[in-house]
Each structure stands twice: as C-alpha cells, then as structure tokens.
C-alpha cells in the first residue's frame, strides 16, 4: 500500500503540482503571464480548438458508422473490421500525416505514378487547417468507435424483439431504442477525441509546421526548441492552458458516461438488425472506407519510401531500395532509435507491472474514497496531452535531483520516468480487468488454509493473472515503442526514439528515409497486434479493444 | 516476482551500461543532414579506428537550444560542434563554451576562415541560392524575381527560427541595398512561405508543390544529380555563405579525439569527403564538386558579422513579424 501510494505520488502528483506552481509563479510574477496575451498564442488557441473540434465530427461520423454497423448489424468480416478500423489509433500519428501527404497533392509519388498528380504549385491541401482536422478525425475514429460500441453491446435482443413484436417499424426501434442507448457513448466517444485532438503533436507538426500553422502543442514545442531553458515561465504558462482545456472535456466525459443507468433491460444475446439485400452494400461502403482511410496512405507510405529522388514516378526503372539500405545498414541514428524505442518501451511495459499489480488488488479489493482518488491519481497523466506531460517532467527534473545531485535531464532515464507516468493507466487496466473477474472465494479459501499475502500472490493470484499481465506488457510496449510528443521534448544525444528518428528524417528533408522507417514501424505495430490477437482465447474479456 | 524483478534489473543493468559506455564516445552535435553526417562520422572512424562517434542533427537553432538546456543544467553533452555558421560560434566563445586549439592544418586555409584563437574552424562554404522545378514557367535569375507575380504563391525559404544558415542569408540580403527588409515584405505580400529547414524547401520544390525556393547549395544540385526536376541557380546579384564551422566544447569529455575530430575535417582527405557529398571545401587547392561554377565566378555577398552577432534576436523578431508566428 504504501510502495503505491508512493510510486503514484512520484509519478502523477509531483509533476503535475511542480507544472501547477511555475504556472501559478508565472501568472502572479508576470514574468510568463505576458504570452497569454500575444497574437501567436491567440492563434494556437484558435487553432487548436478549430482542429480538435473538427478533428471531432469526423471521428464521430467515422466512428459512429462502424461501431453501428458493427455492434447492430449482421454484416460479415466483423472481427476484421473491427481489427482494421482500429489500426489508425496503434500508428504514430507523424506516420499516418506523412502517409496522407505522399497520398496527396503534387508531391506524391504514388499519383505522380498512376498520373494523376496536380499541376505544378497546385498546393498541398493537407497543409491546412482542415487537412489537419481530417486526419485528426481519422486518428481518433477508432476512441469513438470504441465508445459508442461499449453501449451498444448493451442492448439485448430481447428488448428489440419485443419492440418490433409489437409493431415498431425498425426506424422507431432505432430512433426510441439504439439511440437513447447510443448517445452516452456518442458524448464520451466525442469527449475523449476532442481531448485526444487537442494533445495531438504528431499531425499538427508534420501537417502545421511548413505551411505555418501553429496549434498549442507545436508552438510549445518550437518555442522550446528554438529558444531553450530561457523560456520555461512561458512554456509552463502554455501548458497550464493546455491542462485546462483538457481537463474541461475530460469532465464532460465523466458526466456522460455517469449519466443515466440503462441496466433495466433484462440480459440477453446481443442485438442484431438483419439488413437483408442492403448487407453487400453496407459491407462494400465500409471496406471502400477503409481501403481510402487506411490502405491508400499506406501504399502511398510504401510507394514513396522506394524511390530514388524527389519528383521522380515510381515504375520498374525507378525503384530502389536504397532508402532501406540506408536506414538499416548505414544510419547509426536508425540502430540507436531502434535500441532505445525497444528498451525504453520494454522496460516500462514489464516495469510497469511491479505498479499495476499490487494497484490493481488494492484498487479491485479495497473500494472507498482512497481507492477513488488513486484511480483518478493514475488516469491524470494518461488523459493528459503527452506536451504537457512532458513539460511538467522536464520542470521537475531540470535541476540535479536533491540530496543524490545526479540529473536526470538530458539522459534516457527523464523520458522512462515519463513514459512510466503516460502508461500507467494503459497497464493497470488489463491486470485490473483480470483481478475483477477473479471469484474472490479462491483467495479466501487460501486465506483460511493459512497462507500469507505473499503466500497467496505467488500461489494464487499471480498465476491467474498472469495472461492479463501479458497482454498489458504487449499493450504497453506498442504504443511506447510509437511514442513521439513526451520524447520529442526530451530527448538528447544518444537517446533518440524511433519517433524522434522518424520526426527529425522528415525534417532534414529526408522523407524517403523516414518513410521507409515509418514502414518498418507499420509492419511491427501490425505484427504486435496480431500476436495480441493470437493470445486473445487467454486473456480476460475487454483487454483487447477491437474485441468485444 | 522474481523472474519479473531480475528482468526488470537486467533491463535497467544494460541501460546503465550503454549510458556508461558513451563516455568512452566521441559525442557530435551538428546540422548537417542525416546521410552527411553519417558519412562524415563513416570516413573519421575509418581513419581512427579507436574512436567511436555518437552525433545528433537537428537544424542550428534546436541544436543550440538543446546544448544550452544542457549546459544550464550542468551536463553538456556534446563534445564537439559542427553546426551551420561562425555567427553561432563567436556567441559560444564569447560566452566561453569554447576550447582554444590550435590545428595544424589551419596554415592551409586563409586566416579569415578561422577564429584566430583557435575556437572554431570553417570546414566548407555553403551558399544560398534559388532552386526552381523545371516545369516552372520563369526561369528564375535574381532575387527580385521570386517577387514577381509569375512567382505569387510559388516561393518557399528556409526559417531562420530553425535553420542557421537561413538567419545568416537573411540577415545577408537585409544589409544589401535594393533589397533589405523591404524585400523581404515583398516577398511575403507576394504569398511566399517560410518555415522549416532546408529539407523542406527542397522537398516542396522537387515535388512541385512550390516552383521557386531559396536553398542551400548541395541540396540542391545534389539532388539534380540523382534524377529530380530542378536547377540551381547562383543569382546574378550573390548569393550569401555560411562556412559550416567545428568548434570543441571547452567542457568535452573528450577532448583528443574531438581535436582529431578538427584535424581529420581540415585534412585534405576531409575535404575531399566533404566533395564527394557536394559541398564547396574551405580549404586551398581543393577542387569544387561537379555542378558548380568555377569557385572565382560565384559572387559571395558580404556580411557583418559584429551586426549578426549583435542583432540576431532582433533580426529574428523582424522575420517572424513578416511573416507570421513561424
């Protein structure tokens, strides 16, 4: 109790109070204050919210049609579906923007190829403040989707049936039934991607950045990495409103989702429209879909990573592997990135579970207002945009740590410390799932045969949860190993990740070596979500989200 | 738990052992593009097989950034800075930052492309010029230009806010008379952008999503050589120089190899790498790579460097004032 306890204060509480009071100092100082109130801060803002909320309808609509279709419908190919739709959120967002910017405009070699690409100057639509609402929108689809299908899982047959028994016509089914039902997930679904959107550093910063469009988060960035420690007061200023903005959606979740209780309908099998002769269409509009929101930008990723030079179409005369030769066997930077990514990613996925394990017992086992405050504690930095998270990190431990005077900035150590905070919740929740479904009578019967606490850990427990456990170090490590917008700001020499290696390619004008990496990254996330896939008959039901 | 502890120590042992074993290392900052900086790091491991080199890119700005951050947390990294201009470098060594060596193979360079302390070498000349798309309409000759309406919307440049040699070409072009800042408020009425570093104008100009850019040198004319649609162009009224200096940390770890690191770039086996990559070497007596004018014809604008030096958060603050937050 008190190992978690303190880990959590260590991980959540300091960061965010030190991140709190340089915004406070800031404000009452009026040294950081000034920023709030200059014409490039009131355009990130503008900026931010445009494309957050932008970002949002798209994913509703997206969202909203799949976990439909999905969860209602008896159109075949579901768990594939499922699988693929989900794809979007697993990749790192500056692969998918630069995916869609070698799928578009003049520049792309895919088009370029088929010939189809725009005239000369024609200008890169994406390279907007709608092309960045659109791939946020498609980004975060997958938060909707799985929002809206949790409430619709829980609608029963039995309670369609006996509407349409008594006369409904399908459209009233729909309008008095799934809608009521489907709309607390809508709120959330819509919460939690406007949230998502407005953390997002990946797409505003490959999208935003060369036509010069700033949202919160990039301009945090580039005032950091332009003008260094000098600007901590400011940084922190920015943050705080970030945190604000942030936490307000957050709040909007939680109403929603503590909204109204609908456990009245008796339980049964799962609702399931037939849609008849319309099935074919419906399965054809969503795999056209997918094929343009998923297939498309990557074989565009794929195209763009095999030619020899810029502005050059792609055909058998042109293709070269020379940008995978490069990265594998010249760059060193691809090796180090490689290494730390892979280190940094599994040592917080399996270091994790040393938190998550007494946690989630303690969280399963002992309910009550403490319990209520650790669970909100350890959701704190996880709903938190990474830019944030990140700044309270560097704040904290800018300076040498007291009493041992070792510093952490500028080693790999600030970025796991950090990466330990963002993931905690990602790996509480599948132990945390584990723990609940455990009939509480098989630790009692230990109990009462007289065995200890870490008797009954080892003997009992551990090996019942073993199989949620893995599935969490999995979960862990393939959105560590993506990670961009924490070790964007915290990185140094020789601590590179694959993200950073990604992000600074594509800056150095490099983009066929950051794509052909960006492709390597695609073919290992796909690879890791298949193993998922392959445990799942072991693991406890809703660790793997495309499942139900 | 024990398996999963004496994983979790040996995941943490390894770690502590690779951060352990950089100190061995020669560590380099610089700006210069990924597949450069490979291959200088290549031919200097070849020619000390002793010395292993971890180095890190990122555009002049973030680079220093970056090193400052370190510094004013007590922990410098780098060892040794290869990064775009002298500008930069006279800032560090006047702030101290700097060790004085003396190279022997400075005598073969003129006296002006060294601080005379020994703080700092210049290892190459990399000019700015116009890059077009060969599709494009005008053939661009001179700056004004891409302040023509044939140009409106199609001109993109490199931000001084993250690229070193972009600060040093405007601050360059802003002290030439005929053209100035006013120039530069032209351009910015006429829709051109700026933003990113030299990558990005390359990239938008060979691809077509731009037709005219202001850019580095063997950028572009490296990347004509490898089969894409552009030329470069050393406009008819200069075009500005940076001279990629290396300068050694007076904090470095390392200190002999990095003035190995100096020597072998000054060497006229260095400089013959830095031909073969495309750039104009520094040193007497080398020859310019293929693609190049004859070294006399290209005409260098002057700059004052105790200005630049001087004015730079001004100069910047007037750029981004042009032409937006970036």
């Known amino acids: ?249 957050l709040l909007l979740q939680q109403r929603a989702l503590a909204g109204r209780d609908y456990r009245l309908i008796l339980s049964g099998a799962s609702a399931a429209f037939s849609l008849g002769r319309l099935r074919i269409v419906a399965e054809a509009l969503l795999w056209v879909i997918l094929a343009l929101v998923l297939a498309a930008p990557l074989l565009a990723l794929v195209a763009s990573s095999l030619v020899p030079a810029y502005g050059v179409p792609l055909n058998f005369e042109t293709i070269s592997l020379k940008a995978y030769g490069e990265i594998l066997f010249r760059q060193s930077v691809t090796l180090t990135a490689l290494g730390n990514s892979l280190f940094l990613a599994s040592a917080a996925a399996i270091g994790l579970l040393a938190i998550t394990v007494p946690a989630g017992y303690l969280l399963t086992r002992r309910r009550g207002a403490l319990a209520n405050f650790l669970a909100i504690l350890i959701e704190i930095p996880y709903a938190l945009p990474g830019i944030v998270l990140a700044v309270a990190f560097i704040l904290t431990f800018a300076a040498p740590l007291p009493l041992i005077g070792l510093s952490l900035y500028g080693t790999i150590w600030i970025i796991l410390v950090a990466y330990f905070s963002s993931f905690l919740a990602v790996s509480l929740k599948p132990v945390m799932s584990a723990f609940l479904q455990m009939d509480p009578s098989l630790e009692e019967a230990a109990r009462l045969a007289g065995a200890g606490f870490f008797h009954r850990m080892r003997d009992v427990l551990l090996p019942l949860v073993a199989p949620a456990a893995g599935a969490s170090v999995i979960l862990v490590f393939l959105i560590a190993a993506n990670e961009l917008t924490v070790s964007a700001l915290l990185w140094s020499a020789g601590t590179q990740t694959l993200g950073v290696a990604i992000f600074n390619l594509d800056d150095s004008g490099s983009s066929d070596l950051a794509s052909a990496l960006s492709v390597l990254v695609v073919i290992l996330v796909i690879a890791l979500m298949a193993a998922l896939e392959y445990f799942a008959k072991y693991l406890p039901e809703g660790v793997l989200p495309w499942r139900n | 738990m024990k398996p999963l502890l004496s994983a979790i120590t040996a995941a943490l042992v390894a770690g502590l052992l690779s951060t352990a074993a950089y100190a061995e290392n020669l560590i380099l900052y610089t700006s210069q593009p990924n597949e450069d900086a490979q291959a200088t790091v290549d031919g200097f491991e070849a020619a000390h097989p002793g010395v292993e080199v971890e180095w890190v890119r990122e555009g002049t700005t973030k680079i220093m950034a970056k090193l400052m951050a370190e510094i004013e947390a007590g922990n410098p990294v780098a060892d040794v800075l290869l990064i775009a201009d002298t500008v930069t470098m006279q800032r560090l060594k006047e702030a101290g930052e700097l060790l004085a060596y003396k190279s022997p193979e400075a005598a073969a360079y003129d006296a002006a492309l060294h601080d005379a302390d020994g703080a700092y070498y210049s290892t190459k000349m990399i000019t700015t010029g116009i ?105 008819a009224e200069g075009v500005s120089a940076v001279t990629e200096p290396v300068g050694i940390l007076k904090t470095a770890k390392n200190a002999e190899a990095a003035k190995q690191f100096v020597d072998f770039l000054l060497s006229e086996e260095g400089q013959k790498l830095a031909v073969k990559m495309g750039y104009i070497p520094a040193r007497e007596g080398v020859a310019l790579p293929e693609g190049y004018p004859a070294r006399e014809t290209i005409k260098v604008l002057p700059v004052d460097a105790a200005a630049a030096v001087k004015n730079s958060e001004a100069d910047l603050k007037t750029f981004s004032g042009i032409f937006g937050t970036n």
Do not use: C
């Not at chain 1, 009452?28 to 932008?54: I, K, M, S, W, Y």
């Not at chain 1, 792309?108 to 609402?133: E, M, R, V």
């Not at chain 2, 140009?151 to 802003?174: C, D, E, F, N, Y």
């Open chain 1, 1 to 249: 109790m008190p190992f978690v306890l303190g880990a959590v204060f260590l991980l959540s509480v300091l960061p965010l109070i030190r991140l709190g009071w340089a915004g406070f100092s800031g404000l009452t100082e009026g040294e950081g204050a000034q920023v709030l109130f200059e014409p490039a801060t009131f355009a990130a803002l503008r900026n931010t919210l445009l494309t957050a909320a932008g970002g949002t309808g798209v994913s509703l609509v997206l969202g909203a049609l799949f976990a439909f279709a999905v969860a209602l419908t008896d159109i075949r190919g579901k768990l594939i579906l499922s699988f693929a739709f989900m794809l979007p959120m697993m990749i790192p967002p500056q692969v998918t923007a630069l995916a869609w910017v070698e799928m578009s405009g003049p520049a792309s070699p895919l088009l370029k190829t088929l010939g189809l690409a725009p005239p000369l100057g024609s200008p890169q639509p994406l390279y907007s403040l709608s092309g960045i609402a659109l791939l946020l929108g498609v980004q975060h689809a997958p938060l909707v989707f799985l929002a809206v299908k949790a409430g619709l899982a829980a609608i029963p047959r039995d309670g369609v049936e006996a509407a349409r028994l008594s006369g409904a016509s399908p459209f009233r089914v729909f309008r008095d039934i799934v809608l009521p039902l489907g709309v607390p997930g809508l709120v959330a679904g819509a919460a939690i991607a406007f949230v998502s959107g407005i953390g997002n550093f990946g797409i505003p910063a490959i999208l935003g950045i060369p036509a010069s469009i700033e949202t919160l988060p990039t301009l945090i960035f580039s005032r950091l990495a332009s003008f260094g420690a000098a600007t901590f007061g400011e940084i922190a200023m920015l943050s705080t409103l970030i945190a604000l903005i942030s936490a307000s959606g």
């Open chain 2, 131 to 235: 890059i077009y798309n060969t599709s494009a309409p005008m053939k661009a000759t001179g700056w004004q230009d891409l302040a023509k309406p044939q140009a409106k919307g199609l001109v993109t440049m490199p931000s001084p806010l993250t690229s070193g040699a972009a600060l040093i070409h405007a601050q360059t072009l802003a002290g030439i008379s005929g053209l100035g800042w006013d120039f530069y408020k032209a351009l910015a009425e006429n829709g051109a952008t700026a933003a990113g570093g030299n990558g990005g104008v390359l990239k938008a100009v060979a691809t077509g999503e731009k037709a005219y850019g202001m850019v580095v040198d063997f950028m572009a004319i490296r990347e004509k050589a490898r089969g894409a649609p552009v030329e470069f162009v050393f406009p």
